[in-house]
């Protein structure tokens, strides 16, 4: 069953303080990699596609990797502005449509 | 460009009611999909729509049901409400089989 895993489910850390978030994933084959920010009541908001091992995406302060069989958020120097749920979701080959898969998240606090 | 929109953005409902949540794709795109967002959960999906017919369910029962207009529209019905529908659903649109979804603000459901 394909699946997928963020931890921490919660950080908090200091506005500057380095850190890195994880999803692990299971799937039959992967179609794609997909991080999204949400804040609080609002819909996701798209932010990286990665598709293969190896693969490495920027925007501002966050930079996302895979491998083949996990990706990593790093974000680094965060500010308060950053304070967020990020979720990590997959797409499988296969299948009938392009549904995506997600993980539960990791709800982000940066301190001032 | 407009993006992906939702109405409403909250509803109050009792249960044995039934509900219908409207949803425009992003301009240009063709497919909409549905996902229902439990508290601190990730988006599940329930089900996409392309070329005005339902491509793939989730998990959901038949109570669960929608439609799609020419224009791309996208509607979804909830009969016999229950408690445990009470959540954040989500309207995702991207066109053909372009993996990456645009999500929309989504509409707040709860049910008393």
């Given amino acids: 069953e394909d699946q997928v895993t963020q931890s921490p489910e919660a950080l908090r850390l200091q506005e500057g303080e380095s850190s890195s978030l994880n999803c692990s994933y299971t799937v039959s084959g992967l179609r794609g990699l997909f991080w999204y920010r949400q804040d609080p009541g609002k819909g996701p908001e798209f932010l990286f596609t990665l598709y293969s091992a190896g693969e490495e ?19 680094t120097a965060p500010k308060p502005e950053d304070s967020a749920t990020y979720l990590c979701a997959v797409q499988a080959y296969g299948g009938a449509t392009n549904k995506l898969i997600f993980g539960t998240g990791t709800l982000l606090a940066v301190q001032p | 460009d407009a993006g992906v929109t939702q109405s409403p953005t909250h509803l109050i409902k009792t249960r044995g009611q039934q509900v219908t949540l409207r949803c425009s794709p992003k301009s240009g795109h063709d497919t909409v999909s549905w996902y229902q967002q439990a508290l601190g959960q990730g988006p599940q999906f329930i089900f996409q729509y392309y070329e005005e017919e339902e491509r793939q369910r989730g998990n959901f029962p038949d109570r669960f049901s929608g439609h799609q207009f020419p224009n791309y529209s996208s509607e979804l019905n909830v009969n016999a409400l ?23 603000p989504g509409t707040r459901l709860l049910v008393l």
């Avoid at chain 1, 925007?59 to 958020?73: M, N, P, V």
């Avoid at chain 2, 445990?84 to 645009?102: F, I, K, P, V």
């Fill in chain 1, 57 to 75: 995406k920027e925007k501002e302060r966050l930079k996302a990797t895979l491998t083949k069989k996990e990706s990593f958020l790093h974000i």
């Fill in chain 2, 82 to 104: 229950w408690l445990g529908d009470s959540a954040l659903y989500l309207c995702a649109s991207s066109y053909r089989g372009q993996e990456t979804q645009y999500f929309g």
